[in-house]
């Protein structure tokens, strides 16, 4: 993944929450029940070199990914840590750290 990340990770809480694409399963206590792979949002950018680029969506907090993305946005807790490892192979080239949504939108 691309080092020079619109946000640093560096500065992250331990555990970034992370928009998927649909509902991930959940036991009795609310955590996420995990069997095979799980897809994560991610959007094109305009790179610096032209181009686009894939990014992926991290929220410091659930009322932060809901502020931007709405309630009803499914998600999942990642230990910021493991952030890189979990995106290998997603096709992402850098994280965005608290996006919000233009304003008017």
Do not use: Y
């Not at 080092?3 to 206590?29: G, H, I, K, N, Y």
């Amino acid at each position: 993944m691309d080092s020079s990340q619109p946000a640093s990770l560096q500065d992250a809480p331990d555990v970034l929450v992370v928009p998927t694409l649909e509902d991930v399963p959940r036991d009795a206590d609310g955590a996420p029940v995990l069997e095979g792979s799980i897809e994560v949002m991610l959007l094109p950018m305009e790179a610096e070199s032209g181009g686009t680029t894939l990014v992926a969506l991290a929220f410091s907090t659930v009322a932060a990914l809901v502020d931007a993305m709405g309630e009803e946005q499914s998600w999942v807790a990642i230990p910021s840590d493991k952030l890189e490892g979990a995106l290998e192979g997603s096709g992402a080239r850098a994280v965005l750290l608290d996006p919000q949504p233009p304003e008017g939108a």
